[in-house]
């Protein structure tokens, strides 16, 4: 008995060692944006794959620089960071996305009536960065509108639902799972929204690794990993929810990711995998990066993003 449970600690020892850590940066604060990294860490989905995972948290201006040190192994970020970092030189790309519609939204307390209606009004942007910021770029020019002559670009920080509220804007660009939410609470009022992903369908927040990070099968496995972590979220947010809530605390908002999990499903992956981008999507975004002259003439869409560490069995 005493030799089988010997045993027993050695293979347990084993095991412990055997798992490799892998480091992961999560933008911003612990947020319930990122429940579904914690949830596979919280279930063992990881674990499952011979992983240890940390998170850290931070800008991603402060998490990209660590990426490419190799302080960090993939980085959850926008896919212009990688499109962006990866014209500049550095070894990136975007391996699988939260998002399958970018969340980014034109909202107001008065009607909107498609991108026209911007027309000789002020409209909040957080700043001349972003998906936000190209988004807006890509619908304004989609109607034949110029930033300054016809519609009037306001960076106003991340006060988006203030500025609406108090009337220092007449519209601002922010998320549909989080920003109309908080106007339409706080409001007691309707909040009218205007659809950018006709203009501008860029998948929104995931996965960005190195050319380091993306070889072997480390890659193929924080996929999976992260892919189940999607799938349950989706299939459960508010136990999702539960599960993650000790990760960011009382900031989280269940409503929050319930407007979220219907952006994690789309048409191309519910066949090719959750997570899975649509090429189409993609071509067409940086076709609109391209004609804002953000990317050279020369560029395509698979020089930024790959799907093929994704898992198709995971749906």
Excluded: C
Aim: proline share 4%; aromatic share 8%; net charge positive.
């Amino acid at each position: 008995m005493k030799r089988a449970f010997l045993l027993l600690l050695g293979l347990m020892a084993t095991s412990a060692s055997a798992q490799r850590t892998v480091n992961i940066g999560l933008g911003y604060n612990p947020d319930v944006q990122f429940t579904p990294f914690y949830v596979a860490d919280k279930l063992g989905y990881f674990g499952a794959e011979g992983l240890k995972v940390n998170y850290q948290h931070g800008y991603v201006s402060q998490l990209l620089p660590l990426l490419l040190q190799g302080k960090l192994d993939f980085v959850v970020g926008d896919p212009e960071d990688a499109i962006f970092a990866r014209n500049q030189g550095a070894d990136v790309r975007y391996v699988m996305t939260m998002y399958q519609k970018n969340p980014v939204t034109v909202f107001s307390l008065s009607p909107l009536n498609g991108a026209a209606s911007l027309k000789g009004k002020s409209v909040g942007i957080p700043g001349p960065f972003g998906s936000s910021y190209h988004a807006i770029q890509a619908l304004l020019d989609s109607a034949d509108l110029s930033e300054g002559r016809d519609v009037r670009l306001n960076s106003i920080g991340f006060t988006q639902v203030d500025a609406v509220r108090a009337g220092r804007v007449d519209a601002a660009v922010g998320y549909s799972n989080n920003d109309v939410l908080q106007l339409a609470r706080t409001s007691g009022k309707r909040v009218y929204t205007l659809d950018i992903s006709g203009a501008y369908p860029m998948v929104g927040v995931g996965l960005i690794g190195t050319g380091k990070s993306l070889s072997g099968d480390l890659a193929k496995k924080v996929v999976r990993a992260s892919q189940r972590g999607l799938k349950f979220t989706v299939a459960d947010p508010a136990r999702a929810f539960k599960l993650a809530q000790p990760v960011f605390g009382a900031s989280g908002n269940l409503d929050v990711l319930k407007a979220s999990t219907p952006l994690m499903t789309g048409a191309y992956s519910r066949v090719n995998g959750i997570g899975a981008m649509d090429p189409a999507a993609w071509t067409k975004a940086v076709a609109a990066l391209v004609k804002q002259g953000k990317l050279p003439a020369g560029a395509k869409a698979t020089d930024y993003y790959t799907n093929s560490f994704i898992s198709k069995t995971l749906k």
